[in-house]
Structure formats: structure tokens, C-alpha cells
């Protein structure tokens, strides 16, 4: 049904290009996939993928320090940067007459990264990104989850073990060096995919990104990916952990290992999440929030991985005098019970999926990063257009078989955060 | 390319222009104001209800009931139970969303443009015909008052509701939670639902703003046939008095023992959306905290290390709304980043910003607009806005002129007239034991200590 325009092109040294017009607003997304996430990191480097993002904003031969965003800025554009498992991204959205001020910042920094990097630069992001560690994760309430979650889903042995933000003592641990030997090997045209959408000039674009991108030489062959990607596809027992902690109400999380994003029966998976957790109407929601009452929220998402196994997460949040026990139960139940989906379930979730996906592209930025995401994981932009029909196809006994292989107490893992006693009301009482 | 021109940053292409998408304003018999654009990109269309029925209507003692409302619409209508309403908005595909905030309760979907009507038709059962059943009413209160449990003890929640307590003299509506206390929302029940919907769910004073792939003619005709039955006179609008506690400096930690980071809350009343100084004052705060290169943010994250990031905003609202500078970090570095901080703004206000600053920040605004009215969605949501504060529908014609035209003179006046830094209250949720030497080391007197309870709920008490 949908039938967003992209056209593919690779320029010699590898770099995988995509265009994909719309002039409905006069902006322009520039959108970069790199080939590494926290996947690629070896033993003691954890977190250094997302600290080589920061270090990314520090200028490059050409742009000195904070250049990068005052251009932006100026220009009247918005920019940032995600790493996540599998990639990493970086993202300006501009006024369209600015285009070449995009590319021309993105191709410096992948080309010209390492003279502008010294060692103030890194303490500097090394006290940034620590900083962003203590305020996202531990000082927030349940912030410690996916450190959980993810030890307990994947083994020591998978790249999925630990999470993307790393341990603080390996981010504090992060040398130049480092820096060097990460931008030389990852940071190449040959492990990259470049999406421009929005409002330009085919010609003129594709001039553009030979000019400032083509002189980028590439690297060598991207490395293996540390660690044994080969997993069952099931945890194989029921594993949990239980954490006293300083929040407000009990919560339990069930995760599951679920087939990997490029694997068929992900979409199967995908649609079985969202009968359980999108929507009032959803089972979850329906079931322990509004008729037992045992949650106040419940949420459920599927990761769309793509080394080895996805994973499949629901939790529960109670209420203050809950019983933690009586959550995981009913929990339990509706895992379970998921193989008896009706066929006007997988429709809810479908029409919910479908305004969801066209509300998502509406923006040029969020459709760059999905024509760069099918890209990179797939090997075809287009798959897009086709991505509604995939989940569509999905049938009650698809949804049935997905739910015997993986939802059962053979393949989860729950963790448990209950209250603590609060220690110290009093400063000065310890 | 050759090494030299890789040197200089590339110059920009012709601009192409930007206009506001026309919108189309008509208006019910019985005084329900709609406001159509058509913008075709995507088969996606948003509807969205506007009710002048906000928190800061509220006395402290029913604080919570606009959000509390909004909330139990969900549980049901007179047509059907709260299970079956949700079944017929999400099978075609409309999750409903409520928002309630101080000034106004926004009810909203979207979803593909060929189920319009059927949408529409929902929209209105819910907010014309809601059932408020016992069962979901004590269920949604249960939520609720889960959800005040869970604010108390997060640390965002704990400097914020903390900053506003000291901001507002006792009794301004901005001094106090959003959704409440444990005190005021355990009362509530249908009758006070219901009550509240008859006193301020009212077709004078609404709007439907109807953004997306349809065509603005046939809008009003299907408004008609599902709002034109709603009867009703205009709901109240108290004016609000947003008077400050105090008009001098202090320092206040909130106690979290062990706390790894502190959340760091400066500020005092700001302004009203219809202040005169609206587009100076947007300027002036991008220069403080408002982007990634401005002052606050180079210098607290860039400079120093001390925090993954840190703003400044005016939360501007029918009535003076806090002016709040907030941001966390590291436990060892909170009396030094307060110094930086507040160095910062002193020197704003005193010096003023310079004129490449004042350029930066109009290029910045008047360049991201664009960029901010993708969707149907954020298109409503400006439109809205226009709804809410009375403020004419060709207002977006010229927003970027405006923005363009402000003065170096008339940021400095804004800045001068808008940030006292002497009045000044720091909020600091952290741990007292760590914190509280070094911050009465700045030399700014007294550093009183409160227990988190004293602030996260203990502003109903009148002291």
C-alpha cells in the first residue's frame, strides 16, 4: 500500500547511497547508518560505541569543537545521534536550501574524524556520557532493568549480554587509542548507508554526495562480531532474579528470546506483542489493569534484533501494597493464553500498526532512517513499501505456533523489583 | 574536492519559501469553533478537541479533577462499556489520546484518512455522552493516586514539584502538582466527573481542529452531524494571579540519601503567553538554554563535564507560568555546577546577548518552524494553541518575521525585565549530606534542608 519513492545508488568506494523525494515541506532529512553498535564491543570496551558517538560531535579536521551544531543551528535545523545493539545513526534535518551543509559535515567527520580528537575531548565525554549514565539509568527508578534483562535473555558468550550504555568502569577506561583503532575500523564508507529525503534536486543531490563522500577511501572488511553469535532459540528454563531497590511500586518483567528481525517468523512475534500490550483494548491492558487490577500500566514491546534472536518484553507495574507473585501469575496466564488469538485481534493490531507506521513518515527524518534501516539489515530499501503487507499476512495460526515455540515458562526470564525500605528520610541519619 | 574548499563550510542554496498551510475557520450553531487544514501528503488525518477545561481552574482542594475527567473518559459511554469503546476506536486503528494540562483538556486521534467519519463520530460519544461508571471511576482514582506514589519518589518529580511549591505563593494553582495530591484526589468520584464535564465540557470555548488528508468543505457537515446536538453556555474562566512566594535568593536541598546525581531546579514566576515580549523572550532563552550551543549548555556540559545536558524554559500559560532552569549532575560537581549556572544567567542579564547570538537564536527559530509542522499531528497541536489563548487564525502567517525582527535592544530589554537572578530559587534533590557544605560554601547564606515528604506532599498544608 505504500509507495514511497527510493532510488539506490553505491559509489565506488562503497558508501551505500538513497534518495527519496518528497517537496510537500521545504526540509530535507540527511540520515548516516553505520555497521556497528554495541554488538561489535569486546570484552572491557563495553559502552565505547556510544562514547565514539559522543566523541563524533567533537569536531573533525575541518570543524572545530561545537561548529558542528552552531552550523546546524543556525541553519535552522535539529540533529542528533543514536547507538543502539546493531547500528549506530546520525540524523540533521534542515531547511532544504541547506543540504550541502548537511552532507559536507557528515562527510568530514567520517573522513576527516581523527586530527580533531585530543585527549581534553575525551575526559570531557567521558564525564558527559558518565553523567548520562547516572541520570538515565542509576538514579531512576527500575533505570537498571535492561542490565538485568539482557544478562538474563542472552549468555556471557553473546554481544547481546551487555547493554549499550556499557559499565562505568570501561567508559572511564577509554583511551585515544581506542578512539583510533574503532574510527579506522568502523567508520568506513564500506560499512555505511547514506538516505537524503525530503525536498531536493535529484541531480544536484547525487553531485553533492559524489563530491563531499567520494573521495572517502574505504576501509578494510568489517571484523567479525566478538563472541559466539550462535544461540538456541530459546532460553531453555525459566530464570529469575528478584531486586530490592528504591522504587515506588512493585513491577515485574517478563522477557523472551523471540526470532531475530530478519528472520520470517519475527513478524509473527511483532504482531503477538502488540495483541498482548498496544491499546485499551489489548489483552494485557484488558486483563490485568482494568478487570483484575493487579497493574496500574503495562507495556509491551518487541526489539527488532538481528544477531542471533530478537527479544520480546512485557511488564507489569502493581500497586503499592501489591503482591508481586499475584503479577507474574496473571502475567503468565496471558503469555500463555495468547495461542487462542482470533482473527479480529490480529485486525486491531494491524490498524493500529498501519497509523502508527504512516504517522512515523510523515517526517522526512523518521522516513530516512527507516529507508537506511531496511537498508542496512535487509539489503533493500524498498522493503518499506512492503512492510505492512508482511505484518497483514500474519495469521491466527502463525500467531498459535509463535506463541508454543517461544512464550512458555521454557524461555523466560523474569525479574522482579520490589520496594525497599527506604533508608534514610533524615540527612545526617545514616 | 579539493583540500582548500573541504576548508570553508559550503554556502547555502536559493531558499524556498514556507507558508503556514492555510486554515480554514468556521463555526457551529451552537458556538463550537472548527478549524480545517488540508494537507494530502499521507492518507492520515488527526481530529483534535479542544475544551477550555484546564488544571488551573481548580482550587487546591480539588486539584486533579480536569486531569482525573480526561482520564475516566475511557470508561465508557452511554452507548458502550469501556472495553467495546476501545475495540471500536483501535479496529480502525485510532488510539484516543488525553491530554489534560493547566489551561485545557485536548481529547485526539488519528488515523487513516478514509475512517474519518466513523472517527469523528467516536470523538464526540466520548466527550458528549461519557458513562463514568462506578467500577472505572474508583479503578482510573486507584491509578491515579498510584501514579502520585510513583512521583514522590522519582527524582525528576521530586525537584520539580519541590521548585514550583517555592515559586508560588500558597494557593496559586501553578504551585502544585498537575494531577493532584493523595489528598485532593481521594475524593473524587462520578459525581465530581460529571460535574465537572457539565461546568466545562461546553461547545462555547471548544474547538475542533481537524488536520490532514480531507477536504476542508466537507469538514463542517460532518462536525455538524456528530457536535451539533452539544448544548451549552460558556464554562468559567477565573483569571489567575500567579503571585510568588518570595522575592529573594535561597537555596533549598531536598534530602535523597545517597542520591548519585542531584537534580538541580533554578528559577522563579515567568511570564504569561500573552506577554508582549513572546518573541524576544524566545530569543533570550535560546541564547540561556534553549538549544545545544547555548550558554548554559556549552558551559555546564561542553566546558565542564558536569551533566549529560541542561535547558531553560518559560512554561508560559494563560496566567505567569515558572521560568525554570533544570538539569542533573554528578553529586561532587552540584555546588559547582549552581555557581556555573547562575554565573551564566547573571551575566546574560547584566550584559545582555551579544548581537551574534540575537542572530543565531532568530536564524535558529525562524529556521526549525518548518521543520516543527510535519505532521498532522504537530500541525493540530499549533492550531490548538491559537484556540487556547485567543490568538487570531492567521496568527503563523507572519511568525517568522516576528521572529526575524526582534532587536538586539529588545532581547536585552527581555532579559532585563524577565531574569532576576536575585529572586532567585535553587532546588537541589539530592543528598543532603554531600551537598549542602559545599553549597553554603557559594557564600549565598543559608542552605535549608528538607525532607522529600515536606515538599512532595505537604502542599496542601497551609503553613
Known amino acids: 500500500m505504500l509507495s514511497i519513492p527510493i532510488e539506490r545508488f553505491t559509489l565506488d568506494n562503497g558508501l551505500r547511497v538513497n534518495l527519496s523525494h518528497d517537496a510537500t515541506t521545504p526540509v530535507v532529512a540527511v540520515n548516516l547508518w553505520y555497521g556497528v553498535g554495541s554488538r561489535n564491543e569486546r570484552e572491557g570496551k563495553t559502552g565505547f560505541a556510544h562514547l565514539f558517538e559522543h566523541m563524533m560531535f567533537q569536531g573533525s579536521e575541518h570543524v572545530p569543537k561545537n561548529r558542528h551544531f552552531e552550523l546546524i543551528e543556525r541553519a535552522g535545523g535539529s540533529l542528533n545521534a543514536t547507538t543502539w545493539f546493531d547500528r549506530t545513526n546520525y540524523f540533521e534535518t534542515v531547511p532544504s536550501h541547506h543540504l550541502e551543509l548537511a552532507l559536507w559535515l557528515e562527510s568530514d567527520r567520517m573522513g576527516w574524524m581523527l586530527p580533531a580528537m585530543t585527549q581534553g575531548k575525551l575526559d570531557n565525554q567521558r564525564d558527559v556520557v558518565m553523567n548520562e549514565k547516572r541520570q538515565r539509568y542509576d538514579n531512576q527508578p527500575y533505570g537498571d532493568w535492561d542490565e538485568w534483562i539482557q544478562a538474563m535473555v542472552f549468555p556471557e558468550s553473546h554481544p547481546y549480554h551487555h547493554t549499550v550504555i556499557g559499565s562505568m568502569e570501561d567508559i572511564e577506561a577509554a583511551t585515544l587509542e581506542d578512539v583510533a583503532e574503532f574510527f579506522q575500523t568502523y567508520y568506513v564508507p564500506n560499512n555505511a548507508v547514506l538516505t537524503v529525503c525530503g525536498d531536493f534536486g535529484r541531480d544536484e543531490a547525487l553531485d553533492l554526495i559524489e563530491r563531499h563522500f567520494g573521495e572517502i577511501a574505504p576501509g578494510e572488511e568489517i571484523p567479525a562480531i566478538p563472541g559466539d553469535l550462535n544461540l538456541d532459540p530459546t532460553i531453555g528454563a525459566t530464570v529469575r532474579e528478584r531486586v530490592e531497590a528504591e522504587v515506588p511500586l512493585p513491577r515485574v518483567l517478563m522477557a523472551y528470546r523471540v526470532p531475530p528481525y530478519t528472520d520470517a517468523g519475527f513478524y509473527a512475534a511483532d504482531i503477538a506483542g502488540s495483541v498482548l500490550g498496544t491499546g485499551r483494548a489489548s489483552r494485557l491492558y484488558r486483563s490485568l489493569v482494568r478487570e483484575r487490577r493487579v497493574a496500574k500500566d503495562v507495556t509491551s514491546f518487541v526489539l527488532p534484533l538481528t544477531s542471533g534472536a530478537g527479544m520480546l518484553l512485557v511488564w507489569a507495574t502493581g500497586f503499592p501494597d501489591g503482591d508481586p507473585c499475584e503479577i507474574e501469575a496473571a502475567l503468565a496466564a496471558e503469555m500463555e493464553g495468547l495461542s487462542s488469538v482470533t482473527d479480529q485481534e490480529i485486525k486491531r493490531a494491524v490498524a493500529l500498526t498501519e497509523t502508527a507506521l504512516v504517522r512515523q513518515i510523515e517526517q522526512v527524518g523518521q522516513r530516512a532512517d527507516l529507508v537506511s534501516m531496511f537498508d542496512q539489515f535487509f539489503d533493500d530499501p524498498a522493503r518499506l513499501n512492503g512492510e505492512l503487507e508482511r505484518l497483514r499476512a500474519v495469521t491466527p495460526a502463525d500467531v498459535s505456533a509463535f506463541v508454543s515455540g517461544f512464550l512458555g515458562a521454557e524461555n523466560r526470564a523474569v525479574l522482579t523489583y520490589v520496594p525497599a525500605t527506604v533508608k534514610s528520610a533524615t540527612p545526617g541519619v545514616a | ?463
Open chain 2, 1 to 463: 574536492m579539493s583540500e582548500s574548499s573541504r576548508s570553508v563550510a559550503p554556502s547555502a542554496g536559493p531558499v524556498r519559501s514556507f507558508d503556514f498551510p492555510p486554515v480554514h475557520a468556521d463555526v457551529l450553531d451552537n458556538g463550537l469553533r472548527i478549524r480545517s487544514v488540508q494537507v494530502g501528503r499521507l492518507p492520515v488525518v488527526t481530529a483534535m478537541l479542544v475544551l477550555d477545561a484546564g488544571e488551573a481552574l481548580l482550587d487546591d482542594s480539588r486539584a486533579g479533577t480536569a486531569v482525573l475527567t480526561g482520564d475516566c473518559l475511557e470508561g465508557g459511554t452511554a452507548k458502550r462499556s469501556g472495553v467495546e469503546l476501545a475495540e471500536a476506536l483501535e479496529t480502525i486503528g485510532a488510539g484516543l489520546s488525553i491530554g489534560t494540562g493547566w489551561d485545557s483538556t485536548t481529547v485526539s486521534l488519528s488515523c487513516m484518512a478514509d475512517r474519518l467519519d466513523d472517527a469523528i463520530g467516536l470523538l464526540a460519544e466520548v466527550v458528549l455522552q461519557p458513562a463514568f461508571p462506578d467500577d472505572e471511576v474508583e479503578r482510573i482514582r486507584g491509578q491515579r493516586l498510584a501514579a502520585i506514589h510513583q512521583r514522590e519518589m522519582d527524582p525528576v518529580g521530586i525537584a520539580t514539584t519541590a521548585s514550583r511549591r517555592l515559586t508560588y505563593r500558597d494557593g496559586v494553582p501553578y504551585g502544585r502538582p498537575l494531577g493532584g495530591s493523595v489528598e485532593s484526589v481521594g475524593p473524587f468520584n462520578p459525581t465530581a466527573a460529571a460535574g465537572f464535564v457539565v461546568a466545562q465540557y461546553r461547545p462555547k470555548g471548544s474547538g475542533l481542529v481537524v488536520v490532514g488528508d480531507v477536504d476542508p468543505g466537507q469538514v463542517r457537515s460532518l462536525v455538524e452531524t456528530h457536535f451539533g446536538e452539544w448544548t451549552g453556555g460558556t464554562g468559567l474562566r477565573p483569571g489567575i494571579d500567579a503571585e510568588a512566594r518570595t522575592h529573594e535568593r535561597g537555596i533549598v536541598v531536598v534530602h535523597r540519601a545517597d542520591a548519585v546525581q542531584s537534580e538541580i531546579r533554578i528559577g522563579h514566576v515567568g511570564q504569561a503567553r500573552s506577554t508582549p515580549l513572546y518573541f524576544a523572550l524566545r530569543v533570550v532563552n535560546t541564547v540561556l538554554g534553549g538549544a545545544f550551543t547555548s550558554r548554559l549548555n556549552l558551559n555546564l556540559r561542553e566546558e565542564h563535564g558536569f551533566t549529560y545536558g541542561v535547558r531553560s524554559r518559560f512554561l508560559v500559560r494563560r496566567g505567569e507560568g515558572p521560568w525554570c532552569v533544570s538539569t542533573a549532575v554528578g553529586t561532587d560537581v552540584t555546588a559547582d555546577a549552581v555557581r556555573e549556572a547562575v554565573s551564566e544567567i547573571t551575566t546574560l542579564v547584566a550584559d545582555g546577548p551579544t548581537a551574534e547570538e540575537v542572530d543565531a537564536a532568530r536564524d535558529y527559530l525562524a529556521g526549525v518552524f518548518p521543520l516543527e509542522l510535519e505532521t498532522t499531528g504537530q500541525i493540530a497541536a499549533r492550531i490548538a494553541e491559537l484556540l487556547v489563548y485567543d490568538l487570531p487564525d492567521d496568527y503563523y502567517a507572519d511568525y517568522r518575521d516576528r521572529i526575524r525582527s526582534v532587536t538586539l535592544e529588545e532581547a536585552c530589554e527581555a532579559a532585563r525585565g524577565c531574569i532576576r537572578p536575585d529572586e532567585m530559587t535553587v532546588v537541589v534533590g539530592g543528598d543532603a549530606d554531600e551537598v549542602q557544605g559545599p553549597l553554603e560554601g557559594l557564600g549565598w547564606g543559608t542552605v535549608t534542608v528538607a525532607r522529600r515528604s515536606e515538599y512532595a506532599r505537604a502542599w496542601t498544608d497551609r503553613q
